[in-house]
């Protein structure tokens, strides 16, 4: 297995490293490194709650979002930007490198 390192920040703001491995998405790289996540939907892109921010220099090496992913991003619009993901639709790829993560407050 082999991995990337990126950069999580945390809800209460502050930042460590973590190691994405290939077989994971983002949501269970997160998880498998005790983020407290709720991911009320089990990772089935329908309840917004794994909403992340990706820093602007990684967003586009994050993929293209699903229809579904764009409209739940929709509905939380009051939080949700350009640099917005849900980390269970946010696929592990080797330009993710260096990449820094935040958690979306509250969730």
Known sequence: MSGIDITVVGEDGTSRPVEWEDHQNLLDAL????????ATCGGNASCATCHVFIDPEHIDASGERTDAEADLLSMIDD????????????????????ATVTLKAGM
Do not use: D, I
């Open 79 to 98: 939080v949700a930007t350009e640099n917005s993901r849900l980390a269970c639709q946010t696929e592990f790829v080797t330009e993710m490198a260096g």
């Open 31 to 38: 998880l498998a490194n005790g983020f407290p996540v709720l």
